[in-house]
Nanobody, 117 residues
């Protein structure tokens, strides 16, 4: 069984920074993709950034240059450093783990990020 747990959300003023952390446990394959999605009220869940176990990254255009994803494969953790936050970044952020050629897909419970103007 795989578990994914996020931490690090909160309230920040526009222009500020937050760092999200996610820890995965259980039967983790050596090849996997860990990443962050977000869902704002009334909107669909969208990819923010993800990173493969081979360090290939993928970012949404809206966060390029402001957010940085990183991971520690030994500790099975993925991080999202969010700088220059904007009110439109306000959302619930979910950690995601995909493995087995995307056959297995796991989600965290989500952490709220609120950016005030």
């Amino acid at each position: 069984q795989v578990q994914v747990v996020e931490s690090g959300g909160g309230l920040v003023q526009a222009g500020g920074s937050l760092r999200l952390s996610c820890a995965a446990s259980g039967s983790i394959f050596s090849d996997n993709i860990m990443g962050w999605y977000r869902q704002a009220p009334g909107k669909q869940r969208e990819l923010v950034a993800d990173m493969s176990s081979r360090s290939r990254t993928n970012y949404a255009d809206s966060v390029k240059g402001r957010f940085t994803i990183s991971r520690n494969n030994v500790e099975r953790r993925v991080y999202l450093q969010m700088n220059s936050l904007k009110p439109e970044d306000t959302a619930v952020y979910y950690c995601n783990l995909r493995q087995g050629f995307n056959r297995y897909n796991y989600w965290g419970q989500g952490t709220q990020v609120t950016v005030s103007s």
